[in-house]
């Protein structure tokens, strides 16, 4: 009898003739999107956005969370190959990517601003201030985008947020365009007496989680689970933890 309940046992971490592992999300992240990914060692993360899938997962029924970092303009591509699952790290919900890629939400209302050293405020008010400068930006971004439609604008492109937040503390460039989350997060923890940012937003945004078209099964198992974050405390603990 012992010997019939081992097979037994055996029998049910079996799968297509391997053991079963703990159902994992597989997600795609850019580790330098500060507060949204923050790495802290390898393969180790923090941030609201880590905080928020995590939650997600939870809810959905995952028993684990595994995470791919990788430069921001690979996260799309990583989605649409099946390398990862969904995708998660302050991702604009835009017209353009929602034709090839499903988005979760939107889960946080953002837009761009510009961030510049403080001896420029008098100079540097609004976007019309910035037309002719040198501007640094991540690239494969809303924030290049938007940039590279200001009038005879240089731009710095880079492969992280951490690249171009030096490159613009290096002074290779007179501003920087990037997610306004962002840019409140970098002055109220490291700089705002030394630097600022534009009064007005120069656009609005949402983010969203992105999840490949081919698996609508993982899109209403996130959906409904952020959905119920939101409905209940569960969100709103987080946005504080991280926004105040």
Avoid at 7 to 24: N, P, Y
Avoid at 106 to 116: F, H, R, S, T
Avoid at 199 to 219: A, C, N, R
Wanted: hydrophobic content about 40%; overall charge negative; glycine content about 6%.
């Amino acid at each position: 009898m012992r010997i019939a309940k081992t097979l037994v046992l055996i029998a049910s971490m079996m799968f297509l003739g391997g053991v079963c592992h703990a159902k994992a999300l597989k997600v795609g992240i850019e580790g330098t999107c500060v507060p949204f990914v923050i790495t802290k060692a390898e393969s180790q993360y923090e941030g609201f956005d880590v905080d928020l899938i995590e939650s997600i997962a939870k809810k959905a029924g995952y028993d684990e969370v595994t995470y791919v970092n990788m430069p921001f303009d690979a996260l799309l591509p990583s989605v649409l190959t099946e390398q990862v699952d969904v995708a998660i790290s302050g991702i604009t919900i835009t017209k353009e990517r929602n034709e090839i890629v499903d988005f979760v939400g939107p889960y946080y209302d953002a837009g761009l601003n510009a961030l510049m050293p403080i001896s420029q405020k008098e100079k540097i008010k609004d976007v019309a201030n910035l037309e002719g400068r040198t501007i640094c930006v991540k690239q494969g971004t809303t924030c290049s985008d938007y940039a590279g439609t200001i009038k005879d604008v240089k731009l710095l492109g880079f492969e992280s947020e951490q690249q171009s937040f030096n490159a613009f503390l290096d002074n290779k460039c007179e501003a920087l365009i990037s997610d306004d989350p962002i840019i409140s997060y970098f002055l109220h923890n490291e700089s705002k007496e030394e630097h600022y940012k534009l009064k007005d937003k120069l656009t609005f945004e949402q983010f969203g989680i992105m999840v490949s078209k081919q698996h609508p099964e993982i899109y209403e198992k996130i959906s409904t689970a952020l959905k119920d974050l939101m409905d209940g405390d569960g969100y709103s603990k987080i946005y504080q933890k991280w926004f105040g």
